[in-house]
């Protein structure tokens, strides 16, 4: 970024990153933001930090903790007293530890946007902005603090305030002569600013990847550096959404984000520069002077090559292990927020109440599934219940049979009306005319359980039943890529798998689904390898396994169906 001659960096803070739980809170590791800060200092270049508290990202439930919805009714985003609460403990903490960061003293944050796009949230309450604006000054003192919001005149209105300077985010497909004078008529002098100046864009689940030409994005940064603006580039690297932290939008209908926040930026998803970072560059030295030098070559690639994996077990013989606590039981579903799991994976099961001879259909009548169920009975696959696409499933059985659904959180709606996205059965489901009840209710610690050495360290509780014929439904396989003597970034490939979860030695690399599409492949970073100890590969396949169960590890990114960005 520095030699591409940027000479500051916008970053987010995700509040539910930091505060998992109500009260407990996470700086160290790879939540460590106070070393990011320092190292963007190290670098020379300054910091424009946007503390949310809500951030949209494409962030799980953009950025707000999940546990905020165990207040049923709070209004998410607004001067509702259960949020502001929640609101001001989080950001008495995060904000007293910016402090020191502060240019005014002698830091390298020169700037902090309060709240995100405000201006598209329905609630339009300037008495929530008017709170955070003194919340923000009480702890910041006099650092210039402002806004961001859409390139509409209804964006501009609801997300700005008297005191926060105004600025404007647009794309590629803007005019930029009415996009100014729109920020113009809200923020009367000051400098023009492009806060999100889009130089790609997202994918869902079953899109194409999205791309934005290098020739579109340099014409237009020209075009405004012409003209003496400000301009942030989102993204200028996107990277992943590792583990669950992809979130979702609800326009059309839910469209959960894919794993890979590659973007189409000018650094990749691993970091390496681009053509488009050469163009950038070339628009950039135009206006002011960068660094001498060469710009920083990719980091090394290798394809491993393939890795066969073997099965453990179907998800249903592993209860003891994934949910050692054992269930709650409970008359109808409880969500994932009422038992306080707030990500990944909840086994839910009941008894047939009945025989079913013929084909009875398993109804969710009122949308009730957030946002995947994996039904089986007696440990069956059966087939899939899905929000808004799959509402009937039809299943047979004798009374007292075991069903089972799992249920799969594919990340909470990040943008709009419909943030209070609960998740797992969040209504009753029918079995015909019957209500079913009596639930056995597992919260699974799949994360826990593998980073406790699960299940390499203990082979002795693979599934003795395992066999390459039981291909179908929940099911866990694992291997190991022996070490090479590199640990250099891979991209792994899961050709002929349907749809699932990815660990390497601990490290929730995400979801796949190649089949949806259109993300192939997955991002793994080289120093989550060992070079002298086996590495292990788990494996949480949802749907069905290929008959030759082999992942490939790859030297180059393939983000889309048929075409590679290497």
């Known amino acids: 970024m520095y030699m591409a001659g940027l000479n500051a960096i916008q970053t987010y803070v995700p509040w539910n990153y930091h505060e998992p739980t109500p009260g407990i809170y996470n700086f160290s590791g790879d939540r460590d933001l106070e070393h990011f800060l320092d190292l963007a200092n190290q670098t020379g270049l300054l910091v424009i930090l946007r503390p949310g508290p809500y951030i949209c990202a494409e962030w799980e439930m953009g950025g707000l903790p999940a546990w905020l919805l165990h207040k049923p009714n709070i209004i998410l985003r607004s001067a509702d007293p259960d949020y502001l609460q929640a609101v001001d403990s989080w950001l008495a903490v995060l904000l007293p530890k910016m402090k020191p960061w502060l240019y ?10 309060v709240e995100n796009e405000y201006g598209s949230y329905f609630a339009c309450d300037y008495n929530y902005l008017r709170h955070l604006h003194t919340l923000f000054q009480l702890f910041l003192e006099d650092t210039f603090l402002f806004t961001t919001d859409g390139n509409t005149d209804s964006e501009m ?56 030409g290098l020739e579109k994005v340099s014409q237009m940064l020209d075009d405004m550096l012409t003209l003496g603006a400000s301009v942030n580039m989102y993204m200028f690297e996107g990277g992943t959404n590792f583990g669950y932290w992809n979130g979702a939008d609800y326009d059309t209908g839910f469209r959960p984000v894919v794993t890979s926040y590659d973007y189409d930026a000018p650094l990749s ?21 960068v660094p001498e030098g060469p710009m920083p070559p990719a980091t090394p690639k290798y394809a491993y090559g393939f890795v066969t994996l073997k099965k453990v ?5 592993l209860l003891d292990t994934l949910s050692p606590q054992g269930p709650l039981r409970s008359q109808y579903p409880l969500t994932f927020e009422e038992i306080k799991q707030y990500y990944g994976y909840v086994l839910y099961r009941t008894k047939l109440p009945r025989t079913l001879e013929d084909k009875t259909p398993l109804i969710s009548p009122l949308n009730g599934v957030h946002d995947r169920g994996y039904v089986l009975v007696n440990g ?66 799949i994360d826990g359980a593998i980073a406790t050495g699960w299940p390499h360290a203990q082979p002795q509780r693979t599934d003795p039943t395992a066999s390459s014929q039981d291909c179908k439904g929940p099911v866990f396989y694992m291997g190991t890529l022996e070490p090479t003597g590199l640990a250099w970034d891979t991209f792994l490939k899961l050709r002929g798998w349907t749809k699932g979860q990815v660990w390497i030695n ?18 793994v970073p080289g120093p989550l390898l060992s070079t002298s100890q086996p590495n292990n590969i788990t494996v949480l396949e949802l749907e069905e396994v290929p008959s030759d169960p082999r992942v490939l590890f790859m030297d180059r990114a393939q983000l889309n169906r048929s075409t590679e960005r290497s």
């Not at 004078?181 to 990847?209: A, K, M």
Request: glycine share 12%; aromatic share 10%; net charge negative.
């Open 157 to 212: 209105a609801c997300g700005t305030l008297e005191g926060l300077y105004a600025t404007i985010d647009f794309g590629t497909d803007t005019n930029i002569t009415k996009a100014f004078q729109r920020q113009r008529r809200f923020e009367p002098s000051g400098p023009l600013v492009n806060s999100e100046f889009y130089t790609g864009w997202l994918d869902h689940w079953g899109d194409n990847h999205a791309q934005v």
């Open 380 to 445: 069956v696959f059966q087939g899939l219940l899905e929000r808004e696409t799959i509402l009937v499933l039809n299943v047979t059985g004798k009374e007292g049979d075991t069903l089972d659904i799992l249920v799969e959180n594919m990340g909470r709606v990040n943008f709009g009306p419909y943030i209070n996205d609960l998740k797992g059965l969040v209504s009753n489901l029918y079995l015909g005319q019957d209500i079913l009840s009596d639930w056995l209710i597992y919260s699974l610690d």
């Open 269 to 289: 998803e691993a970091g390496d520069p681009t053509d488009k970072l050469l163009a950038i560059k070339n628009v950039i030295s135009k206006f002011r002077a």
């Open 313 to 317: 077990g179907n998800i249903t013989a």
């Open 506 to 523: 601990g490290v929730n690399l995400g979801r796949y689904w190649p089949q949806k599409g259109p993300q192939q492949t997955m991002y």
């Open 104 to 113: 005014s003293n002698g830091g390298n944050i020169i700037s902090v946007q």
